[in-house]
């Protein structure tokens, strides 16, 4: 049989351990804030390096295009053609520098991994204790 002090101290245990569980959900919360703010960022420079190198790299490939062409007509081509497969290798060069840029910026790599982690490892804890 139980008295009201055994019912006061259990309920009093169950007040802190939901009080402790809060505490946890919030530090979990702001880990997730700060993760997705790194990851953020992580976007923002990836980005910047991406404009910059498509920034810098436009000249340069115009000038090896053009040098391909030149060299293509000198080699008897038509310049059509010469021109046509300048075209085509610049295609090329701007699907790898798309495919590359693409490959940094994949969601599971922006995904709060460690948060989610984390908070899978709360839920099993908190499931042992509710148990």
Same mark, same amino acid.
Request: charged residues 20%; glycine residues 8%.
């Given at each position: 049989?139980?008295?009201?002090t055994?019912?006061?101290?259990?309920?009093?245990? =169950?007040g802190?351990a939901?009080?402790?569980?809060?505490? +946890?959900?919030?530090?979990?919360?702001d @880990?997730? $804030?700060?993760e997705?703010?790194?990851?953020?960022q992580?976007?923002?420079?990836?980005?910047?390096? @991406?404009f910059?190198?498509?920034? @810098?790299?436009?000249?340069?490939? =115009?000038m090896?295009?053009f040098?391909?062409?030149?060299?293509?007509? /000198?080699?008897?081509?038509?310049?059509?053609?010469?021109? +046509?497969?300048?075209?085509?290798?610049?295609?090329v +060069?701007?699907?790898i520098?798309?495919?590359?840029? =693409?490959?940094?910026?994949?969601?599971? $790599?922006?995904?709060?991994? /460690?948060t989610?982690?984390q908070? /899978?490892?709360?839920?099993a804890t908190?499931?042992?204790?509710?148990?």
């Amino acid at each position: 049989m139980t008295d009201k002090t055994d019912l006061r101290a259990i309920s009093t245990l =169950m007040g802190d351990a939901l009080s402790q569980f809060s505490t +946890l959900i919030q530090n979990e919360i702001d @880990l997730a $804030k700060a993760e997705i703010g790194e990851k953020a960022q992580h976007v923002g420079v990836a980005s910047g390096f @991406l404009f910059g190198a498509a920034v @810098l790299v436009i000249p340069a490939i =115009m000038m090896a295009l053009f040098a391909l062409s030149a060299a293509l007509v /000198e080699g008897g081509w038509s310049e059509p053609v010469a021109y +046509l497969i300048s075209a085509l290798a610049a295609v090329v +060069l701007a699907a790898i520098f798309a495919l590359v840029g =693409m490959q940094r910026l994949k969601p599971e $790599k922006l995904k709060p991994s /460690e948060t989610l982690g984390q908070l /899978e490892r709360d839920k099993a804890t908190v499931q042992g204790f509710v148990r």
